[in-house]
């Protein structure tokens, strides 16, 4: 062995200063397996980050496993560029009658890049090449991806210091939530666009979360969406829903705007779409914007053969019937309850997300990256998010049995507990 790989120095060494979670996390991880996470010391880490919500059904699926396996051994493609290859080809089917035939819905899939980013891109692009027009409407707190074009679209100044350019072609308008009391954002938005003279360039396209992620969790509410698509509509706009986070079953349903009455034009979808953690991203196009022409938006990377064999399996394993998302609404009501407890241990936190992506607001963002760095000295991966840093975020994987979530929410309680202890032990 070339060096004990216990020994973390060479990543501080030779590893970028871009790298990230592995600074909060000081281990070094050899194997996972469902909700948990074991390192070279040999300690097991309960998962509520879940790749940042890219291993929806946990580590290593036994299912999808065996198919990757039995794929391997019979030289299945590894890589297809876009050729046509059985893989792709029951992936497709899956995901038509199992996700997209169900909800009526009539788009097209369009593999893109295997990043969320790419898949972002994509949309943007086609959005601006179907109306003819530059200008997307995008939120306050909204996070797409960093490459320049989803980077536009990003809210976070961070992220956004990182392009060294200028980001061009989006105009921001306050989420749903965004002010304090009753200010109805929608209104705001309303006005602007029915306002010739507000300054508000016609839109190619609104672009939003349904739950926005590394945004804090903020939810936007049903009738809010709903009335966003309606003003997309009306002013020659296309929707795009960005469900790459808060879709694939995180907030319940397969996608996050399940039940809610609206039809997004464009959706994209990545982090947990290949059900296994594999890199894989993809639009969904109204046939009606489905204009690009061959290799218009390429990437030699769009089949992924290995994510579409166990992205199937994922399909046809978790949504063939509405059992897991049954069972995924009940987990979302045991991670309110412990979180309304938690929340009394800390006065002035607040509740945030829905479905199986909630967490607290704790107020500040050092708090919050206590909390997280004591749970992880009690074995629990943990992450935090929001405009500063202040939202404890749960992710875990929906598939943690509910033995696991209680347990895990209970160090993250423990956690709280003693953070706040310490600290009016500190202050005394
Ligand atoms: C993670 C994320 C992206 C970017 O995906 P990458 O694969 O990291 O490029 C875009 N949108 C949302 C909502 C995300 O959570």
């Not at 027009?133 to 990003?154: E, K, P, W, Y």
């Amino acid at each position: 062995m070339l060096t004990n790989p216990s020994d973390i120095a060479i990543f501080s060494r030779r590893e970028s200063e871009a790298r990230s979670y592995c600074r909060s996390f000081d281990a070094v991880f050899t194997s996972a397996s469902g909700s948990e996470l074991i390192a070279t010391s040999g300690t097991r880490y309960i998962d509520f980050l879940a790749g940042c919500s890219s291993l929806n059904y946990g580590h290593n699926d036994p299912d999808m496993k065996r198919a990757l396996i039995a794929h391997l051994e019979s030289d299945g493609l590894a890589h297809g560029l876009d050729l046509h290859t059985d893989a792709k080809a029951e992936f497709l089917t899956a995901f038509d009658r199992f996700i997209l035939q169900p909800r009526k819905m009539d788009h097209k899939v369009m593999f893109t890049g295997p990043t969320g980013a790419n898949a972002v891109e994509a949309a943007l692009k086609l959005a601006r090449k179907v109306t003819g027009r530059d200008n997307v409407l995008a939120f306050t707190n909204g996070f797409h991806g960093v490459t320049l074009g989803a980077l536009s679209a990003t809210g976070n100044s961070y992220h956004r210091g990182g392009a060294g350019t200028t980001l061009n072609g989006v105009t921001r308008m306050p989420y749903d939530g965004y002010f304090p009391g009753d200010t109805d954002t929608a209104d705001f938005l309303e006005a602007m666009l029915n306002d010739r003279s507000s300054g508000l360039d016609a839109p190619a396209a609104i672009l939003l979360e349904t739950v926005q992620g590394e945004g804090g969790l903020n939810v936007a509410s049903p009738e809010w969406i709903r009335r966003i698509a309606k003003l997309a509509k009306e002013h020659g706009a296309l929707l795009i829903v960005d469900d790459i986070q808060a879709g694939c079953g995180r907030t319940g349903g397969f996608f996050s705007f399940d039940d809610m009455g609206v039809t997004p034009d464009i959706v994209t979808l990545a982090k947990s779409v290949s059900g296994f953690g594999l890199p894989m991203a993809l639009l969904l196009v109204r046939p009606e914007h489905d204009i690009f022409g061959p290799a218009e938006h390429n990437g030699t990377f769009r089949g992924n053969t290995h994510a579409f064999v166990t992205a199937r399996v994922a399909v046809t394993k978790f949504w063939a019937d509405d059992r897991f998302q049954k069972d995924v609404a009940a987990k979302a009501r045991q991670m309110t309850a412990a979180l309304e407890e938690m929340a009394e241990l800390l006065p002035g936190s607040k509740l945030k997300g829905r479905g199986m992506m909630q967490g607290l607001d704790v107020g500040s963002g050092d708090l919050a990256a206590e909390i997280c760095a004591r749970a992880f000295r009690d074995g629990l991966i943990i992450e935090t998010s929001g405009n500063e840093d202040q939202v404890v975020k749960i992710l875990a994987p929906l598939t943690t049995d509910e033995e696991t979530l209680q347990r895990g929410l209970n160090i993250l309680r423990n956690a709280i507990r003693r953070v706040t202890d310490s600290s009016k032990f500190a202050a005394e």
